[in-house]
């Protein structure tokens, strides 16, 4: 048994909780928490499961880090304190633990991540032993290693589309939707997210990883953006009220441009009510959908939907980004210390988890 700290109890925690607890190959041994609410409740009461762990949370990072885990579920957000996150999966990595994230864009393509992001990791991986994994579902599976697999089944290929169409009012973080990604807002406000170069920082790396897997080579990135304005004030039920004429709904591409054309796309489609933007590309039904499009002979197009935490699309979301992770370390573990990318590390069947749950 692989002894296993989640670090984080938020919407990626709490499905990370489930998914270490679940795993026939790992033992949850610590969760870290920043709520002082949180602290010493047992991690099965903040998972939301109908049994109690056996765990309870702390805050003291060294005390957890000095039982020696052999891997690392880091939870903790990186969007708006990737120093932070980066020193803290540093810390991590030179006990000696595996660690697996979501929250570094730059390292889901570590060989074109900033030195600044790439050294420190290296650095700690050979002082102290351990790896990094930085995987997710879009940028994530959803955009890697789903479209590549699918991409085996056509005789010829012309374009790989991905995209997340998702009604962000289902997203339980507020200040990201309406700060970041700037919904409800004036439409002169210019949100973080989709600032000029800030979308191919994020989502860039997954251009250059299917890139790479398919054997092309890329002209440049390019983006487009588009925003929609509200008709009229909605109300919704997790974020409360977004008022007619601000930003509704979002549209924006990553293009990887291949002999001047954009061959390999990743979309996204986001908006905060149905209403907003009906012309834009809908999930098949329900909240959201990632869809994989490969156009080319046949043409071959593939939605998952999934749904976590009573149905709710957005923590369904997270779950299988979770399972990503979690269900890596065990290969990570037998692997020798380094720093992976997703065309690395296999993503394999549910052996030995077929009827198990969270113990």
């Known amino acids: 048994m692989i002894p296993t700290i989640v670090w984080g109890t938020g919407n990626v925690g709490r499905a990370a909780i489930r998914a270490v607890a679940a795993h026939p190959a790992l033992v949850l041994t610590g969760v870290l928490a920043h709520n002082p609410d949180k602290v010493g409740r047992d991690a099965g009461t903040l998972a939301g499961l109908d049994t109690e762990l056996g765990v309870p949370a702390t805050d003291d990072i060294d005390a957890l880090l000095a039982t020696g885990p052999q891997a690392v579920v880091y939870a903790a957000s990186g969007e708006i304190r990737p120093d932070d996150a980066l020193a803290d999966i540093v810390r991590a990595i030179r006990v000696g633990a595996v660690v697996v994230t979501p929250a570094l864009y730059a390292l889901y393509d570590p060989r074109n991540?900033?030195?600044?992001?790439?050294?420190?990791?290296?650095?700690?991986?050979?002082?102290?032993?351990?790896?990094?994994?930085?995987?997710?579902?879009?940028?994530?599976?959803?955009?890697?290693?789903?479209?590549?697999?699918?991409?085996?089944?056509?005789?010829?290929?012309?374009?790989?589309?991905c995209q997340e169409i998702f009604d962000y009012s289902t997203y339980d973080q507020p200040d990201s939707v309406r700060y970041l990604v700037g919904m409800g807002q004036p439409m002169d406000y210019q949100p973080p997210m989709l600032m000029a170069s800030v979308p191919t920082m994020v989502w860039g790396g997954q251009i250059r990883l299917m890139a790479r897997a398919l054997g092309v080579e890329l002209d440049e990135i390019r983006e487009t953006v588009d925003r929609r304005a509200l008709d009229s004030t909605v109300q919704?039920?997790?974020?409360?009220?977004?008022?007619?004429?601000?930003?509704?709904?979002?549209?924006?591409?990553?293009?990887?441009?291949?002999?001047?054309?954009?061959?390999?796309?990743?979309?996204?489609?986001?908006?905060?009510?149905p209403s907003c933007a009906p012309d834009w590309p809908t999930p098949p039904d329900g909240d959201g959908a990632h869809r994989v499009i490969i156009e080319?002979?046949?043409?071959?197009?593939?939605?998952?939907?999934?749904?976590?935490?009573?149905?709710?699309?957005?923590?369904g979301g997270n779950a299988t980004a979770v399972g990503r992770l979690v269900n890596a370390i065990d290969w990570l573990v037998e692997a020798p210390p380094g720093l992976y990318d997703a065309l690395d590390v296999p993503l394999r069947a549910a052996v030995g988890k077929l009827g198990r749950t969270p113990r």
């Open 113 to 161: 991540a900033p030195a600044e992001m790439r050294e420190p990791v290296l650095e700690a991986i050979a002082a102290g032993g351990g790896s990094l994994f930085v995987s997710g579902v879009d940028p994530g599976w959803g955009n890697d290693v789903l479209p590549l697999l699918i991409s085996g089944l056509a005789a010829t290929v012309d374009v790989v589309r």
């Open 236 to 273: 919704t039920t997790r974020m409360g009220a977004f008022d007619a004429g601000t930003q509704g709904a979002v549209r924006f591409e990553v293009q990887g441009i291949i002999d001047g054309q954009a061959r390999i796309v990743i979309e996204h489609v986001t908006r905060i009510h």
């Open 296 to 315: 080319g002979s046949p043409r071959i197009e593939v939605s998952v939907e999934a749904t976590d935490e009573g149905g709710n699309r957005a923590a």
